[in-house]
């Protein structure tokens, strides 16, 4: 992360920024440093045999970005029509990757120290939680998302 | 001086275009001494170095090319013959305008060194041809000599300068009134090549800033999505609609092109290998000759840059390791002259370098047992390994079985550098070698933005790519038609074509794009062939053209695709190799053949039938293949045909005979207990015209004696038929040798002595 280095002037401790977003009335957030950009959802192409969170590919400008649905990814039940889905276009090692949110919030600074790590690890790609004026706010980690989603296909193709 | 910077920057840039046509030109002309062309062409490069040099006030440089353009003045005129040796001086020469340049680049200034020595030299071969104008075979460089004239240079820095050269009997101080000693002669080199380079494409090309280009394709892609956006909403006006679809059509060419301007052919590279080559050889004291196969390959121009230095550590090696001396040759048998192969090819979008030579091999003894002494890997393990794996351990840091350390290679670093430059470019790269044979690296460069030719298909909605390297052909499925049919067991489907038997994917099934049920009564099967494997692929459609630009040539239907890496979330599903965007800014993905041949568990193909073996691992003591068959249907209805040979008599029972003792059923037969094996059971048929009533007869299959008492039970016999074409093994069950065509159908052959052992080990009933 090279948030360190990204300080702005007027943040006198270590403050990081964030970009919180909904899905089913729930408020997660990721580092807003990671963040390239936030468009609506486009046009994105199956990929057949691919995990279900895995929506598929989509062409941002030119460059293929798989798209993974966190509503699926997390369990929540699957997209209704009368939500418009957002991108969330995330660098995750010089690699993007376009997570499909509900609603798109705020960026807004934090205190990272002020963020408390999940108590069991029950939830692997939660980073901690975050109170917030009058909810939780739920770290995720864009990596922990990734790592998961190769771990099933890899338990699966071995069962299969 | 803004202005004459500008004008030395474009010099540069020229010049060393030249150098590097210069160092083909030469290693060109050893071959063929007797190439006008070429010796106009390297008079013309020379001159004009020493021109512009001139003009600029580099006068070191200006002298120095001045005393090479004398000689070449000299060999042109026949007073010198050109040899390895002038060859060799030649390519120094070279080699010193180049450090030139690059002084003159980096400081705008010539630097200090004058290379004196090579002057000398020059001078030196050219008195030669002054004192034996007409002996031209015998004459000879001294090197000797003239390496004693270095030494008896006092100092040479003070002889640097060109106004203080000592020899001078041709060669005047003046390069000016040097020009004046052959005016005429290269007044009409120039012209002669004048006329024959405005032919060549060289001319048409221009000189592009990379990140231009780079930001040209970035913005097409913008434009892509903002005309697709426009021609969503753009409906109601026709002049705008006209419009619109104007700006469509050419925004899609202008893709295309800009697409196009990130490729360029390995060529660029390629070309400065015959130079590599023969300096190592002449380092080495080998003789080598290499080969350029595919040097209009096409890669991303950043990827030509990012190989060039794997690749020529590739070579090196393969000169100074591989390649044996020419004593060790002619030991051997091998002729005296070294081969070395340099070949690229466009695989499934991937590209593919291979260096291989025909020398000594590598030992993989002696490789294993240096991995052991650096601890890489335990004896145990490495006894294990197969040999690929173990020359993976060269690419160790470190690693190097040479006994002797030579300037070229042998140092131990290098080839780990090799590795590392290779994947960083996401690539692989590995060995194979045979002792006293030769070795043959292959470098595999990933799909990166390298445009490979590929059909698209549609398959249950889904549009996916097929790289055309691996297609055979198209075979189009009809309602109504016989003459294609797919036929055989539910699971291992058989595509019937001509003569063969090809085992089929339905790629909407096996992708689990849709239902089965609703599938299209009529398709395309693609066959295609990825190593030993041939498959068909069952396919809605092929794709041939996109409705308004078209990128498909009409008559193949296949396009040119811009493969783009998928990510990495998506690539260990070995299904997908890239995937690349259409005009239309959707995304298709290029099926992985060789993960998908693996995944559908495609067996290899076998040539004649006599060469299958069975699953079964025992040996086999009864012959098995056999032309004429005993073709019969078993109590579910199905077709299956037992190799003559392997049928002792048929005899008939009735179904009340026979007698289900301990798991199994046996009939009495000449007082002794028969076994009787159901091929419904071994091949898992499910029932299709169900069984008979009770009571009926059976038949039974009696077996050779080897195998032990026992029969297959059949409802009845059909036919003796002439087995045609080969055996295709199309399932991996046990107890089935494979299908043929047998009395015009295609006809699954029981493996006799699989089902006999299987009787053995799981009861009947």
Redesign the interface.
């Known amino acids: 992360m090279n948030s360190k280095v990204m300080n702005t002037p007027e943040e006198t401790t270590d403050q990081k920024r964030c970009c919180t977003f909904l899905i089913e009335n729930t408020c997660f957030a990721v580092e807003a440093d990671n963040v390239t950009e936030v468009v609506q959802r486009g ?1 994105i ?6 995990s279900p969170a ?1 929506s ?4 941002l ?6 798209a993974i649905d966190l509503r699926l990814f997390l369990e929540f039940p699957t997209v209704p029509p009368s939500i418009k889905q957002i991108s969330l276009i995330v660098d995750v090692n010089n ?1 993007w ?1 376009c997570f499909l949110v509900d609603k798109l919030l705020d960026v807004k600074a934090y205190d990272p120290r002020q963020v408390t790590p999940p108590t069991n690890n029950s939830s692997s790609v939660l980073e901690g939680v975050l109170p917030d004026t009058d909810q939780l706010i739920h770290f995720l980690s864009p990596e922990k998302i ?1 790592k998961n ?2 771990d099933i ?2 338990e699966s193709q071995s069962v299969g | 001086m803004a202005d004459n910077e500008e004008f030395i920057s474009e010099f540069l840039i020229e010049a060393s275009e030249n150098l590097d046509q210069l160092d083909q030109d030469l290693v060109a002309l050893e071959k063929n001494p007797h190439d006008p062309d070429r010796l106009a062409s390297i008079f013309r490069t020379i001159h004009t170095i020493k021109g512009t040099c001139g003009f600029f006030g580099f006068t070191k440089l200006s002298n120095l090319s001045h005393h090479g353009e004398h000689l070449l003045g000299l060999l042109r005129d026949g007073k010198l013959h050109f040899d390895e040796q002038l060859a060799s001086l030649l390519l120094e020469l070279v080699d010193a305008i180049r450090t030139f340049l690059s002084a003159i680049e980096s400081t705008g200034k010539e630097g200090d060194g004058a290379f004196p020595d090579l002057c000398q030299k020059l001078d030196a071969t050219c008195l030669l041809a002054n004192d034996a104008p007409n002996n031209q075979t015998e004459e000879r460089l001294p090197s000797p000599s003239s390496s004693a004239n270095q030494s008896d240079q006092p100092d040479d820095r003070t002889v640097s300068a060109p106004e203080e050269r000592p020899v001078a009997s041709t060669t005047s101080n003046d390069p000016t009134e040097a020009d004046k000693l052959t005016p005429e002669v290269s007044h009409d080199i120039l012209s002669r090549s004048e006329s024959t380079r405005s032919s060549n494409t060289f001319d048409a090309t221009i000189r592009v800033d990379v990140q231009l280009l780079d930001t040209i394709v970035d913005l097409v892609g913008e434009l892509v999505l903002a005309r697709n956006q426009l021609r969503t909403t753009a409906t109601d006006e026709p002049a705008l609609l006209d419009a619109v679809n104007r700006i469509h059509t050419v925004t899609g060419e202008l893709q295309e092109v800009a697409m196009k301007t990130r490729m360029a052919p390995i060529d660029q590279l390629f070309n400065k290998f015959p130079r590599i080559v023969r300096d190592v050889a002449a380092a080495c004291d080998k003789k080598v000759n290499l080969h350029i196969d595919g040097s209009d390959t096409e890669l991303d121009r950043t990827l030509i840059e990012k190989i060039r230095d794997p690749l020529t550590h590739l070579i090196r090696n393969a000169i100074d390791h591989g390649i044996e001396s020419k004593d060790m040759r002619s030991v051997t048998g091998k002729s005296t002259s070294g081969e070395i192969s340099l070949r690229a090819f466009q695989e499934s979008g991937q590209v593919t370098i291979e260096v291989s030579d025909d020398g000594a091999g590598i030992s993989v003894d002696a490789v294993c047992k240096k991995a052991v002494e650096k601890g890489l890997v335990t004896d145990d393990a490495a006894s294990t390994m197969s040999d690929e794996r173990i020359f993976q351990f060269i690419f160790e840091p470190g690693f190097s079985t040479a006994n002797a350390v030579t300037d070229i290679s042998g140092r131990g670093v290098g080839m780990d550098v090799v590795r590392t430059n290779i994947e960083s470019i996401g690539g692989t790269i590995d060995i194979s070698s045979q002792r006293g044979v030769g070795t043959v690296v292959r470098v595999r460069i990933p799909l990166t933005l390298a445009i490979i030719p590929a059909l698209i298909i549609s398959s249950g909605g889904e549009r996916l790519a097929i790289p055309q390297p691996y297609i055979q052909e198209l075979v189009a499925l009809r309602k109504n038609s016989t003459s294609h049919m797919i036929d055989g067991l539910e699971g291992a489907p058989v595509l019937r074509l001509r003569d063969r038997l090809i085992p089929v994917v339905y790629l909407d099934r096996w992708l689990g794009l849709r239902d089965w049920k609703k599938r299209p009564t009529s398709g395309t099967v693609v066959v295609v062939k990825v190593d030993n494997h041939e498959f068909g692929l069952v396919v809605d459609a092929v794709t041939t053209s996109e409705n308004q630009h078209n990128h498909a040539t009409e008559t193949t239907g296949l396009w040119f695709i811009v493969v783009k890496s998928i990510s990495s979330l998506l690539s260990p599903m070995g299904i997908y190799s890239g995937a690349t965007v259409m005009g239309d800014g959707s995304v298709v993905l290029i099926l992985d053949l060789r993960g998908i041949t693996m995944a559908a568990d495609i067996p290899a193909l076998t040539r004649r039938a006599g060469d299958l073996q069975s699953t079964s691992e025992e040996p086999r003591e009864v012959v098995q293949e056999s032309s004429r068959y005993l073709v019969c249907e078993t109590h579910n209805g199905h077709r299956v045909a037992v190799p003559l040979n392997q049928v002792q008599r048929l005899e008939n029972f009735l179904e009340s005979e026979i007698d289900p003792a301990a798991d199994a059923c046996f009939v009495k037969r000449n007082g002794e207990l028969t076994q009787l094996i159901d091929p419904d059971r071994i091949l898992h048929t499910s029932e299709e015209l169900g069984k008979e009533p009770n009571g009926s007869s059976l038949v039974g299959i009696i077996l050779p004696n080897e195998l032990g008492n026992k029969a297959l039970s059949v409802r009845r016999i059909i036919d003796v038929e002439t087995g045609h074409g080969p055996l295709e093994k199309t399932a991996t069950k046990r107890g089935l040798l494979g299908t043929l065509l047998v009395g015009g159908s295609a006809t699954e052959v029981m493996d006799i002595v699989a089902a006999s052992q299987w009787s053995e080990e799981i009861p009947l009933s």
């Open positions: 046009v192409n199956n990929v057949p045999l691919a895995i598929g590919l989509l062409n400008r030119g460059r293929i970005v798989p690699e990757y990734l989603l190769l296909r890899t």
